[in-house]
């Protein structure tokens, strides 16, 4: 039996150790651009991420070029999960292109490194009826946002259980959580620090986002809800292994 445990580790860390390895991030990023990485193998994630890069561009582009004063336009990327299963990368863009105020987008997205393809939630997690949408066109489809009544509930009773929830706070937020799960949108991460399942709602305004509060779903919870140990064994592998970086330790 020890000897069994022994191998399982062994092909752990050997998995996780060779996740890492074969990921190459960009060296000479534009200033304010940190580019998506690319894998050694895996071509159709990378064209994931070429699609990815091409975008960031694209409006970096029209940003700079259209905004006029005090314009800018940077962006970071996180890396919440790095394994041998899965992928997971987080864009943040902090912009100011014109108008009367500056904006932050976070998107989350995961790839499934056996199917190349973004992370089927719905085969994964079949009990929360994770459906994954696409709510606008400049929407990357690997973004993982999706309508999950059974996760949205979860995450309003989580938010609104928080002792250290101030009054003024509900007050003034807690109707943007809304009364009926099924309309609304979620994003979800693998996140391999908090050894947990990222989830946040996915449509707040610019006046509400400061009302966003991501909170981090337990795998054991997870799993409670219906999520498959397929999907968070490897998370949690992840975390033993500290599998996961910063955008501040990407290029070092």
């Known amino acids: 039996m020890r000897l069994a445990t022994a191998v399982i580790t062994v092909l752990i860390l050997t998995g996780s150790a060779h996740a890492q390895s074969d990921i190459r991030w960009s060296a000479d990023s534009q200033s304010g651009f940190t580019r998506a990485p690319r894998l050694i193998v895996h071509e159709t994630i990378n064209a994931d991420l070429s699609r990815i890069d091409s975008q960031g561009e694209f409006l970096r582009r029209e940003c700079l070029a259209d905004g006029g004063e005090n314009v800018f336009w940077e962006r970071d990327i996180d890396a919440p999960m790095i394994g041998p299963r899965f992928l997971g990368l987080t864009t943040t863009t902090s912009s100011y292109c014109g108008g009367s105020h500056p904006d932050i987008d976070t998107r989350p997205m995961t790839w499934d490194r056996l199917t190349d393809a973004p992370l089927d939630w719905s085969t994964l997690w079949p009990a929360a009826q994770v459906q994954p949408?696409?709510?606008?066109?400049?929407?990357?489809?690997?973004?993982?946002?999706?309508?999950?009544?059974?996760?949205?509930?979860?995450?309003?009773?989580?938010?609104?259980?928080?002792?250290?929830?101030?009054?003024?706070?509900?007050?003034?937020?807690?109707?943007?959580?809304?009364?009926?799960?099924?309309?609304?949108?979620?994003v979800l991460w693998l996140d391999a620090e908090h050894d947990a399942i990222g989830v946040d709602l996915a449509w707040l305004a610019h006046s509400e986002k400061t009302c966003a509060s991501p909170q981090f779903l337990p795998l054991a919870e997870a799993e409670r809800l219906g999520a498959s140990p397929a999907l968070t064994r490897p998370v949690h592998e992840a975390h033993q292994l500290g599998a996961w970086r910063k955008a501040k330790d990407l290029n070092k």
């Open 133 to 186: 949408i696409r709510p606008s066109p400049d929407f990357l489809p690997e973004a993982a946002v999706a309508m999950s009544p059974a996760l949205v509930a979860w995450f309003r009773s989580t938010v609104r259980a928080e002792p250290e929830l101030a009054p003024d706070w509900l007050a003034e937020c807690d109707a943007h959580y809304g009364d009926d799960p099924i309309d609304e949108g979620v």
